[in-house]
């Protein structure tokens, strides 16, 4: 077993119930996205043929170097993609260039969204990112012999720990633009900077260690970056519900 430590190799959970839990997670976006609109049932619906083969298939047999964490991320980026989508074809838009195609139906989207969408997919992709390569690191050897290609597998320990720092640094940047460009509001971006500058110097410190001490702290940096990545959501997240809230019973 490559990765013993795992979930399902572990015995913590057996192959059956993991697939039990993730096809009635799978129900309820399939079911979620369809109540929405065809547009948002065609994004989920392309996102899931692509994880399934990309898991099962490809990042195994695939000969780009890195391929594995190259593209894992994509399976977060559909979240961003699927917001947007959703207001875009669930929501009356003005100002806005207005599309009717066949099967999936009408959407409509100025250029400032569609801009702020890919800036909010570039955010989730290194953020995401950033936070697998340590991980990576830490299962470069289990990763080798299943031929799996990773930064660190296609580069080495210490490359993928500072393409690890440049993902973290530039998903912050990105993150403070989105802030400025949004409806998102500064009192949020405060705490977003907090947690970014906190997992930013956590990633650098863990640049400068040796090879072996990458490999046995690898977790503890994946962890601290994904809960940066998910931290960030749930601000905004938060964000929007409260200017949603204040609006509906406050100004209305």
């Keep these: 077993i490559a990765h013993p430590d795992r979930t399902i190799p572990s015995g913590r959970i057996t192959p059956k119930q993991f ?142 720990a500072k393409i690890s720092f440049t993902m973290f640094f530039l998903s912050g940047i990105l993150g403070i633009i989105l802030y400025f460009r949004t409806i998102l509001s500064p009192i949020f971006l405060v705490p977003f900077l907090i947690i970014w500058l906190y997992t930013l110097s956590w990633s650098y410190r863990y640049m400068k260690k040796d090879e072996q001490e990458m490999k046995d702290t690898g977790l503890i940096i994946g962890q601290k970056g994904f809960n940066y990545f998910l931290t960030a959501f749930d601000l905004m997240f938060l964000d929007i519900l409260l200017q949603m809230m204040y609006h509906s019973f406050f100004v209305a």
């Design 19 to 160: 697939f039990v839990i993730a096809l009635i997670f799978s129900a309820i976006v399939f079911t979620g996205a369809i109540l929405i609109s065809v547009w948002c049932l065609f994004v989920v619906g392309m996102a899931a043929l692509f994880v399934a083969f990309h898991n099962k298939y490809l990042k195994k047999i695939v000969k780009i170097p890195a391929y594995s964490e190259i593209f894992t991320p994509v399976q977060w980026v559909v979240v961003a993609i699927f917001g947007y989508v959703a207001i875009w074809t669930a929501l009356p838009q003005s100002h806005a260039m207005n599309y009717n195609l066949p099967i999936v139906g009408p959407i409509a989207f100025d250029a400032d969204s569609f801009i702020n969408m890919i800036l909010l997919v570039l955010f989730t992709y290194f953020a995401d990112d950033a936070h697998d390569l340590p991980e990576g690191i830490h299962d470069i050897d289990g990763d080798k012999k299943l031929g799996v290609r990773t930064y660190a597998s296609s580069f080495g320990v210490k490359t993928s």
